[in-house]
């Protein structure tokens, strides 16, 4: 089995962030399509969709489908919305042969096109599947001059059965950011420890809006976003 990003962390994806406001963040997925899209249908895809949370909201909304590029992510999203199809595949060079009134990029995915390049085709991959009118909502990872280097930070997860620790150590090199996370896990047949990185991309405003319009995206921005990165909601072009 191929590994990605998220291979080591898919067991326990859910019980960490479960903080997540998902319901919350798939309303207002949804209030700016309405408002922005003039494509006429409501079939949505999500983009580096992991276990499928995001998607079990904007199911109540859209007909919906998922793509993601980890196998343990995607078999998670499928036991939680069976009905739903899912797609293996690398969101850089995707190719579905369709087209949707939506396409969503959520919880700063888009930091793994690890350069400018791959971001022009990841944005471009996005564009391709979507109508003219319909709508690419974007989460974006951290501006690189708001990356905090050598920060530490802790995030606990208690659920029935174990408690979940992580620890995070941010670091920049360039314009990439590493992420050494720290995973604790305990049980009452005891503890395992095992350690992951991850590295995301520091993309500039310019460069994510520069990518959208070169994949004939008209770009809006909302400055709030869900965690403070902000938020694109970009409109397919008619010509």
Request: a positive charge.
């Amino acid at each position: 089995m191929p590994k990605t990003p998220y291979s080591k962390m898919a067991d326990i994806y859910d019980d960490l962030y479960a903080f997540k406001k998902y319901r919350k963040e798939a309303d207002r997925v949804t209030a700016l399509i309405r408002r922005y899209g003039r494509s006429g249908d409501f079939k949505l895809l999500d983009v580096a969709c992991g276990t499928g949370l995001h998607l079990e909201r904007l199911a109540r909304t859209f007909e919906v489908e998922g793509l993601d590029l980890d196998p343990k992510m995607l078999s998670a999203a499928r036991k939680r919305l069976p009905n739903v199809p899912f797609h293996k595949a690398d969101f850089r060079h995707f190719q579905l042969g369709r087209q949707f009134d939506a396409v969503t990029c959520l919880f700063s995915s888009i930091g793994y096109a690890r350069t400018i390049a791959q971001l022009n085709r990841a944005l471009l991959a996005m564009g391709r599947h979507l109508k003219p009118g319909g709508v690419l909502v974007l989460e974006p990872w951290i501006d690189p001059l708001k990356f905090e280097h050598g920060r530490v930070s802790a995030l606990t997860a208690e659920g029935k059965d174990r408690t979940i620790v992580r620890v995070t150590r941010g670091l920049k090199k360039g314009r990439i950011s590493r992420l050494e996370f720290h995973y604790t896990i305990a049980t009452k047949d005891g503890v395992k420890y095992f350690r992951d990185n991850h590295e995301l991309a520091l993309f500039t405003d310019g460069e994510y809006r520069a990518a959208m319009i070169g994949a004939n995206l008209k770009v809006r921005t909302h400055p709030e976003g869900f965690m403070g990165r902000g938020l694109y909601v970009a409109t397919k072009r008619w010509k």
